[in-house]
């Protein structure tokens, strides 16, 4: 399960090698960053019990995909992250071993049914308040690109 945010950089055509060096750098770093707040985002919007499910969400790491995109995200390798991301379906429950028993809270049964839940939506709520905020987090890096451009013009 994840999620990804893609951040091109079209306008380093337009400079020189130096300028398009410098608006590489700068959309690597704001992916970098958007990487990092998704991923803080979706873990404050993840219920927690144990906080395993919380925990497991890491940042993919910033990617490069040409010619000038570059690409980061959240992800998480549990099982349950998926589950608590998009819910679960009511069920049965059985035991593997048909002469076994189903260990639950209240002991060994036959069986048990699960009511199922709606999904949280931690990646998706992360993703849509990182949105919200990607021009404040962008703009430091993008002013400091723009005075360094600016510094080569002179």
């Known amino acids: 399960m994840s999620g990804h945010y893609r951040q091109s950089a079209p306008l380093a055509s337009l400079f020189n090698a130096k300028a398009q060096a410098i608006v590489r750098e700068t959309a690597r770093e704001i992916t970098d960053d958007v990487g990092r707040e998704w991923t803080a ?6 219920p927690t019990r144990t906080g395993r499910t919380r925990d497991s969400f890491k940042q993919t790491p910033v990617r490069h995909q040409p010619p000038d995109r570059y690409v980061s995200g959240v992800e998480s390798n549990y099982f349950k992250a998926r589950l ?5 379906k009511e069920h049965d429950l059985r035991p593997k071993d048909p002469d076994g028993a189903l260990a639950t809270p209240e002991g ?13 939506h931690m990646v998706s709520k992360g993703g849509a308040e990182v949105e919200a905020r990607l021009a404040r987090i962008a703009e430091d890096k993008l002013n400091r690109m723009a005075r360094r451009i600016e510094r080569l013009a002179e």
């Open 41 to 46: 985002a979706t873990k404050r919007h993840t």
């Open 84 to 88: 608590q991301e998009y819910g679960v």
């Open 108 to 120: 060994p049964r036959a069986g048990a049914h699960h009511p199922g839940h709606g999904g949280a």
